[in-house]
């Protein structure tokens, strides 16, 4: 080929890539043309710097309309909240005229003879003189002193919240508030009550019951426009609910703008203003034309650049072409004039690099053209490096053919988990509970099940791309044998099993987290009789749920075990957790402790962990001794567990006093006075701390705790949020909602900012005691800051397998039974009053049902429970109950 045609090709090459790669005539049809559609033409550049002024340019349209509508909004919820406190005195004034009348009837002469007569018809005959004095309402009703004993007339006529009003009339001889019963029934109404006395500073002779329609609310459903919205609401246990008008407009999602109490009433005023979005829909127009003429100018002005620079490329790389086709020539090479400074510079470096090579090189005829001088000589790569780097480029180095070379042998194949299916005989279902596996020993819990365990959990670990397995115990004499049997199915699956031997769950769960996704296998009956054990399961880093554990069992039934080379090796893991908690806590002051560990697992951990921080430790039975362990069997969640630790605190002066259950993972707390604390009590001070930092967090707490949990965290700027009774359960709700912190009142903390969100006993009893050391008053008198009601321990009654749940079931049947309450049936029925709630729920680790109980005050609390032994009475008559 000769250098004229080769410069024909090349100038063929240009005009491909000034015009897009349209084809062109060259000097030979037949001639290859290079890809003109490699790299990146100016054309798209042109388009990124269209489309990211565009977008520049939206957002500063975007934030002027946020800072217009953010304006907007706070003129809107200034004239909103004007008119919020409209409303409320329109409804206080309503109210004035009903309680006015009742102040009237109060020493009315009438109604203490009707009274004092008693008999039924001249009663009703009273109540009809009396409906006609207050207009619109739906009933008035007149009762004795004896009509509000239980069984009288008002707890035939009146809703429980109803009897509860004219009772407390009744004892106090006061007009009662006006508040809403029979809340989201189809009869919900307001009520108020008054008293009728027999003279000055007279007894109590009956009381009057009105109630009103929900009419006599004031209508808001337009009031204000369609941009605002306006709700009275009444609390209800821990929640607050809609009181609304029939044709009212349910209340918007997000936090209300206004919140005003309602004078004499249970009733406040919510109010809300619809957002107006980023965009008003007013300027929304106005900023969709502007925003297109922008564009419109923007592509002007960037359609003229780009045309100019088209241009200009297209005549300097021209100008190039003509340069090669002078040296193709062998003529002098003409002059230029470039156009594009960094197109100048390349232009002048090839005018002497053609002239170098003009001098120095003889024309050589076409037939001796080595192949090898197309792809360029090594020379040749060298020469082109020197002039990247004059011109202070960076490009790719010329391409270079490279062979791969084949492996030795065979090709390799995509590594395939090894699954051998070797189905097995049927395994006790009801060892597999909620969130672990836990069965009688020798008789359920066989070293045979052990092993199909192990085999189970590593198959399964294997299964998520992790053969790493952390292996430890506690302290109940079945343990050994059980380790043993499990260790061996985890290894006959091909894992690295790491044996941590007699430790405690939280040391497990830590070894296992420092490893990234590594599972974890506990052998643990935690706080249950010795004569149970059972097996707590880490799979992928995280602590197995019901599916999963169920899913282990799914798998031993179908024998789909995997196999492979398996490692087995001690590991002391002891010394790496205590740094990691110690980097993690600091202590204002020392602090003094008594710590109880029950002569279990925790004794080797426990009492060097706070030494490290520099505690004061005063050591109860904390000699791990298996014997007197399953003696004790200690539970820190009930009271008469932690007696001999309030005497030891109170005798040693200490700070504070530390229990922990079999496998370290449940805490139990005592104060300065020697005085038991909850774990709810425990979590409100954990989570006023943790939100101090972290406002509007979510904190997760279980249905068995107070519901003075809920209203501590709300006071402190965070959400509370009840869930299911159980470790794993807490853990898994943690995790789903990105929650800080959760607890339950078993004793289960979790948490998980700043730790591995594990339920951790000895790391939570660490945090408590960092904020401790912050406050210089005694223990004592901090958790008086958290005080909850009158309170049951946890009433537990055994029941045969399965017969828990059928209970559980009649039970939630008659919730739609329990006017003016509120009901939880996420785990059991809880029933939430006014002033306290009831819980009924089947155990998870045990079979049997599980009740509490709290209210303000022991007459609450009788008739709490009273309603549920009237409830069991039907769901279980002949059931033996504890309360």
Not at 48 to 72: P, Q, R
Not at 335 to 340: A, E, L, N, Q, S
Not at 750 to 764: H, I, K, L, P
Request: glycine content about 10%.
């Amino acid at each position: 080929m000769s250098p004229a045609r080769w410069s024909a090709l090349g100038t063929q090459a240009v005009a491909d890539v000034l015009t897009g790669g349209r084809k062109h005539k060259g000097a030979d049809e037949g001639m290859a043309v290079p890809d003109s559609t490699a790299g990146v033409g100016l054309g798209t550049y042109w388009w990124i710097a269209y489309c990211a002024a565009a977008l520049t340019l939206l957002l500063a349209l975007l934030g002027t309309a946020v800072i217009f509508g953010a304006k907007e909004s706070r003129i809107m919820e200034q004239h909103l909240r004007a008119y919020s406190g409209t409303l409320a005195r329109e409804m206080s004034n309503r109210i004035a005229a009903v309680r006015g009348q009742l102040q009237r009837w109060r020493d009315d002469p009438g109604l203490r003879a009707a009274l004092r007569d008693g008999r039924t018809q001249v009663l009703r005959d009273k109540e009809a003189e009396l409906a006609l004095l207050v207009p619109g309402a739906l009933a008035v009703m007149v009762y004795t002193i004896e009509d509000l004993a239980p069984g009288g007339s008002a707890s035939r006529r009146l809703s429980f919240a109803g009897v509860d009003m004219v009772q407390q009339v009744g004892d106090s001889g006061r007009i009662a508030p006006l508040e809403a019963h029979r809340v989201r029934q189809k009869d919900e109404h307001l009520a108020i009550a008054g008293p009728v006395v027999g003279g000055e500073g007279g007894a109590v002779l009956g009381v009057v019951h009105i109630m009103l329609p929900l009419t006599l609310l004031p209508d808001t459903a337009l009031e204000a426009g369609s941009r605002s919205s306006f709700v009275f609401r009444q609390r209800v246990g821990d929640d607050i609910v809609a009181v609304q008008r029939p044709d009212a407009r349910p209340a918007p999602a997000g936090a209300p703008i206004a919140r005003l109490p309602i004078a004499d009433t249970r009733l406040e005023l919510f109010a809300w203003a619809d957002p107006p979005g980023l965009v008003s829909s007013d300027l929304l127009p106005l900023l969709a034309a502007l925003y297109g003429l922008s564009l419109a100018m923007l592509g002007v002005a960037l359609g003229l650049t780009y045309r100019y620079l088209r241009r200009g490329v297209r005549a300097d790389l021209a100008s190039m072409v003509a340069l090669a086709e002078d040296a193709a020539a062998q003529r002098p090479l003409r002059g230029t004039r470039g156009r594009i400074r960094e197109l100048v510079v390349v232009m002048d470096i090839l005018r002497r690099r053609l002239r170098e090579l003009g001098s120095s090189r003889p024309v050589t005829p076409e037939s001796a053209i080595p192949l090898a001088a197309l792809g360029g000589t090594a020379a040749e790569a060298h020469k082109q490096a020197d002039i990247d780097a004059e011109l202070d480029l960076d490009l790719p180095p010329p391409s270079q053919p490279v062979t791969s070379p084949e492996p030795a042998g065979s090709a390799v194949e995509p590594a395939v988990a090894a699954v051998k299916l070797e189905p097995q005989a049927t395994v006790p279902a009801h060892i597999f509970r909620a969130y672990d596996i836990r069965g009688l020993v020798d008789s359920e819990l066989t070293g045979e099940v052990m092993r199909l365990l192990g085999r189970a959990v590593g198959s399964e670990a294997a299964a998520q791309g992790e053969r790493t397995c952390v292996v430890a115990r506690d302290q109940r004499s079945s343990g050994g044998g059980y380790v043993e049997a499990l260790v061996a199915g985890l290894c006959e699956s091909g894992c690295e099993v790491l044996d941590l031997g007699i430790a405690p769950t939280p040391l497990a769960y830590h070894a296992a987290s420092v490893r990234g996704a590594a599972s974890a296998a506990i052998v643990t009956g935690s706080h249950n009789p010795s004569a149970y054990n059972g097996l707590k399961v880490v799979l992928g880093g995280r602590a197995a749920n019901e599916d999963q554990i169920q899913g282990l069992r799914e798998r031993i039934l179908r024998g789909a075990f995997e196999y492979g080379e398996a490692r087995y090796s001690g590991l002391y893991h002891t010394a790496d957790y205590i740094a990691a908690v110690c980097d993690d806590i600091t202590l204002a002051r020392p602090m003094s402790l008594v710590l109880d560990c029950g002569f279990a697992t925790a004794s080797k951990l426990a009492p060097a962990l706070y030494r490290a921080l520099d505690c004061e430790v005063s050591e109860l039975d904390c000699d791990l001794d298996p014997g007197q362990a399953k003696e004790r069997m200690l539970d820190p969640s009930q009271p008469q567990s932690l007696s001999a630790l309030g005497d030891a605190v109170v005798a040693a002066g200490a700070d504070l006093g530390l229990a922990f259950d079999a496998d370290g993972d449940r805490l139990g707390v005592v104060d300065s006075a020697g005085k038991f604390i909850a774990a709810d009590r425990v979590l409100m001070l954990l989570a006023v701390e943790v939100l101090a930092r972290a406002p509007g967090s979510d904190i997760v707490y279980d249905v068995k705790s107070s519901h003075h949990v809920g209203a501590a965290v709300l006071e402190s700027g965070g959400r509370p949020v009840m869930w299911k009774s159980g470790h794993s359960f807490l853990k898994q709700k943690v995790r789903e909602l990105g929650a800080p912190l959760g607890g339950e009142l078993a004793g289960h903390i979790v948490c998980a900012e700043r730790w591995n969100g594990f339920d951790d006993a000895f790391y939570a009893a660490a945090r408590l005691l960092e904020i401790l050391a912050l406050d210089p008053r005694p223990s004592s008198e901090v958790f008086d800051d958290f005080r909850v009601g009158i309170c049951t321990p946890e009433l537990f009654v055994p029941l045969a397998p399965g017969e828990d749940k059928a209970i559980v079931e009649s039970v939630l049947a008659m919730a739609d039974r329990l006017d003016g309450v509120e009901v939880n049936t996420i785990d059991g029925l809880r029933a939430e009053f006014d002033q306290g709630w009831g819980l009924i729920r089947a155990s998870n680790t045990r079979s049997g049902l599980v009740f509490r109980f709290e209210a303000d005050d022991q007459g609450a609390l009788d008739k709490i429970q009273d309603l549920y032994r009237r409830m069991m009475e039907l769901a279980a008559p002949n059931l033996n109950l504890p309360f």
